[in-house]
């Protein structure tokens, strides 16, 4: 069957910048998706999208007319049901082939087929494909009803009494087949071959279409339009890479991809033009001065090869005037105000020491059943001092660091710009005189704040952050406030992620429940259930960094089912489980260590790991026990030592003699002296074989 390319373009007013990359990308996969469903694509049907601050398209290459013929089996019911005795149709199986299109002729032909439970009639039949105006209709309205859309809004249309609901009112429909017009109405617009260029530059206005494979070319040449998003991002980099280049050898526009996306939701003919501000607003550190910039204005800073903010910035324009001097210069007008309103917090904020904004914390609620920041204050500085003092760490210069942690959230230039907090506080605590550590450790409590993010930079910024997360999990735990499906409006998973990663990363030598100890005697303790439930929420998070880093299920299954306290060390176990699950000795040992745990359930109360070996009577018992004098010597030293592989590989020495003992020794003996020695025995063995990691869960 000949083939056409496809074009449609929805023609909007402005689109939200920051969800227009989402929204375009899903209005063109979903359109795909469902022309493709219906059968109307050529399996090599390329496909590429559009979306301009006012226009989301889709071009398909290789689009069928109208979909091929399909032959359908259906169901309809059971013989005993559609025929009678001598093969007759009855009433009910001609008023259902009636509603297939088909008469009485038909009933030769169908099959008989059992289902399991009884003989079912089938019917053959052709389904005719869907033409193309159909299936691009069902497309459409599919398609606008599954968009990633942040805020829907409801307008009127023309005729002044149907409303529709989208994203921003839409004002033109283009639905082209080559250069064929295919009748298309979507809220209350009906398709043609016109849209819009750029809104003050297009070339020609309105624009008509020639066909389908013109549309991008056409918008560039006669509209000013870059239609593609990734074309017209790409151009911006190029543009901003040669304007900083113009600006100073040694300049570079920040690297901010989301800001870039965003931007590139603005504009349809981006220009990058270069403009300044007084160096006097250096004087404010640059954090602040790029956040204003970036967030507020949209605009690139440039930064020196030393990454400090220079007083030049980069403007991404939507129009190209021969004279760029205006709006430069307008927009050098527009920051200025911004820049000194920055300047302006900074200095008014260091007229206050962050040491007497302490007390206001008192005033702010934190959590109506936690109480304020200044009693959550006090909470961490506790936590933070037993940390410090487990650790080896100066305990003073932690408890001031978090005693100011939160001291920032008070300042003007925080409660302007709150990405700013910890910050700000680092800035503060230093013209304070505080020692540098101090400060960066009031910066870095809040890290790593997303995966990726680097750890606090000292020791007292790691014992402040593990503090302050600590205080959140165990505070949030203890009233119940626990995460559920995909609600964590608290964040908890990023906090005890962040535990685990400064506990691993940093090789913290702590106990996981040395630290919830130690968290929550400011809470007079936690219940059972929510300590257990805090200590399997933690594990439960370990287990799914570890299994995005490439371990296998049963290898991390195996390492925290022992819930290993010291978590800087599950990288070396996890590593010689993989050694060990390698040697030809291992699936035997994790049956047999299977087994001996098994057999340990069953007995009521504890059994000691003890042996009397007056009591061995069986040769493969003696064995056993020989076999495990000279290996768990061994392995226990080298357990010790942190050679964990070296332990497990020691115990690949045992596996003759555990299949020896379970071959010719009966556990449960009628004597029970002799019944209990024999099980001392096993829970000798399931002691040794279990302190890297339960061999038994890499039992098959």
């Not at 000795?585 to 745990?597: I, Q, S």
Request: hydrophobic share 45%.
């Amino acid at each position: 069957m000949d083939t056409k390319n496809l074009l449609v373009e929805l023609f909007v007013e402005e689109l939200p910048p920051k969800a227009l990359k989402k929204i375009g990308e899903a209005f063109a996969q979903n359109l795909q998706a469902s022309l493709k469903a219906q059968g109307l694509l050529s399996n090599d049907s390329v496909l590429t999208h559009f979306a301009s601050p006012r226009r989301l398209g889709v071009h398909l290459t290789q689009v069928k007319v109208q979909a091929d013929d399909k032959q359908v089996m259906q169901k309809l019911m059971p013989a005993s049901v559609g025929l009678t005795a001598d093969g007759a149709a009855t009433p009910a199986l001609l008023k259902k082939l009636a509603a297939l299109g088909a008469n009485e002729s038909a009933v030769a032909d169908l099959k008989r087929e059992s289902d399991g439970k009884a003989e079912v009639l089938f019917f053959n039949s052709i389904v005719t494909g869907v033409t193309l105006p159909d299936g691009l209709q069902k497309a459409m309205d599919d398609t606008l009803g599954k968009l990633p859309i942040p805020k829907v809004m409801g307008y009127q249309l023309a005729d002044g009494w149907n409303t529709v609901n989208f994203v921003r009112p839409a004002h033109g429909l283009v639905a082209l087949y080559g250069a064929d017009v295919v009748p298309l109405s979507v809220l209350g617009l009906s398709a043609g071959n016109i849209t819009r260029g750029h809104r003050f530059e297009a070339g020609l206005d309105p624009l008509y279409i020639r066909d389908a494979d013109s549309y991008a070319k056409q918008l560039v040449t006669e509209g000013a339009v870059i239609a593609s998003f990734a074309e017209r991002r790409a151009e911006i980099v190029r543009q901003l890479a040669a304007a900083a280049s113009e600006a100073g050898s040694n300049l570079t526009p920040i690297q901010d991809e989301d800001l870039l996306d965003e931007v590139t939701g603005l504009v349809e003919r981006p220009n990058v033009l270069i403009g300044q501000f007084e160096e006097t607003f250096l004087e404010v550190p640059q954090e602040c001065l790029i956040l204003t910039m970036k967030a507020n204005q949209k605009y690139f800073p440039l930064l020196d090869s030393k990454g400090n903010l220079s007083n030049k910035f980069l403007i991404v324009s939507n129009i190209r005037p021969a004279d760029p001097s205006t709006v430069i210069g307008g927009n050098e007008r527009v920051v200025r105000p911004r820049l000194a309103d920055a300047k302006f917090f900074f200095d008014q904020d260091r007229k206050k020491t962050l040491a007497s904004r302490v007390v206001g914390l008192d005033k702010v609620v934190y959590h109506n059943k936690l109480g304020t920041q200044g009693e959550r204050i006090a909470r961490v500085r506790a936590i933070a001092q037993a940390i410090a003092t487990k650790l080896g760490i100066d305990p003073q210069q932690a408890d001031v660091a978090a005693q100011l942690a939160k001291a920032d959230l008070l300042t003007d230039m925080v409660g302007e710009f709150p990405e700013l907090q910890g910050i700000m506080g680092r800035y503060y605590a230093l013209h304070d005189g505080l020692p540098a550590d101090v400060a960066d450790a009031i910066e870095d409590h809040y890290k790593p704040r997303f995966a990726g993010d680097t750890l606090p930079r000292n020791s007292v910024g790691m014992v402040v952050a593990l503090a302050d997360k600590l205080e959140t999990l165990v505070g949030l735990f203890s009233i119940g406030q626990i995460p559920t499906g995909d609600k964590d409006p608290f964040a908890l998973r990023r906090h005890a992620l962040g535990v685990i990663r400064m506990l691993i990363e940093g090789k913290l030598d702590i106990g996981i429940n040395e630290l919830i100890t130690a968290a929550e005697k400011p809470f007079n303790g936690l219940s059972a259930e929510h300590r257990t439930a805090l200590l399997t929420f933690i594990f439960d998070r370990l287990a799914n960094a570890l299994r995005e880093q490439g371990y296998s299920a049963q290898e991390i299954d195996a390492v925290l089912a022992l819930q290993p306290q010291r978590l800087a060390d599950i990288a070396s176990r996890l590593a010689a489980v993989r050694v060990f699950a390698a040697l030809p000795e291992a699936p035997a040992l994790a049956a047999a260590n299977k087994r001996v745990g098994n057999i340990l359930k069953k007995v009521e109360g504890e059994v000691a790991a003890k042996v009397n070996t007056a009591l061995l009577q069986e040769a493969a018992e003696i064995a056993l026990n020989q076999t495990l004098n000279n290996v768990k010597p061994q392995a226990d030293a080298a357990f010790a030592r942190g050679d964990y592989s070296a332990s497990l590989q020691a115990l690949a020495a045992l596996k003759t003699s555990v299949d020896a003992f379970f071959d010719g020794v009966m556990v449960n003996a009628e004597d029970p002296a002799l019944r209990n020695n024999r099980l001392g025995l096993l829970a000798t063995l399931h002691q040794a074989m279990n302190q890297v990691a339960d061999l038994s869960r890499l039992a098959s």
